[in-house]
């Protein structure tokens, strides 16, 4: 079975950084698109960043640009963000997940819907 596991979350003032990690196991690793994906409580999932099968191409959300860093360690079904300058608005469940196709980045890659399988989330939350 396909699994993946966040971890990293925790309590942070703002203007600091936290590192998120997702461990996967079940799948080739190698061949899928893993993204970050966040729920900010009251509202809608939010792509976060996102990660080619191979780490070659990465995306990012207009509001974390420049202050996050997604990258990933195939050798060790791992993928991590860097999150600095954090800011109150960061706070949410992340979530890493994956599409269910090999090979493929969904279009447009912060379309949440296309991800088949979920990581169960860490929580961060950026004190002001």
């Known amino acids: 079975d396909v699994q993946l596991q966040a971890s990293g979350g925790g309590l942070v003032q703002a203007g600091g950084s936290l590192r998120l990690s997702c461990v996967a196991s079940?799948?080739?690793?190698?061949?899928?698109?893993i993204a970050w994906i966040r729920q900010a409580p009251g509202k809608e999932r939010e792509g976060v960043s996102c990660?080619?099968?191979?780490?070659?191409?990465?995306y990012y959300a207009d509001s974390v640009k420049g202050r996050f860093t997604i990258s990933r360690d195939n050798a060790k079904k791992m993928v991590y963000l860097q999150m600095n300058s954090l800011r109150p608005e960061d706070t949410a469940v992340y979530y890493c997940?994956?599409?269910?196709?090999?090979?493929?980045?969904?279009?447009?890659?912060?379309?949440?819907?296309?991800?088949?399988?979920w990581g169960q989330g860490t929580l961060v939350t950026v004190s002001s």
């Open positions: 997940a994956s599409p269910r196709e090999r090979l493929w980045i969904p279009s447009p890659w912060s379309n949440t819907h296309e991800y088949d399988y």
């Open positions: 079940g799948f080739n690793f190698d061949a899928y698109t």
């Open positions: 990660i080619s099968s191979r780490g070659g191409t990465a």
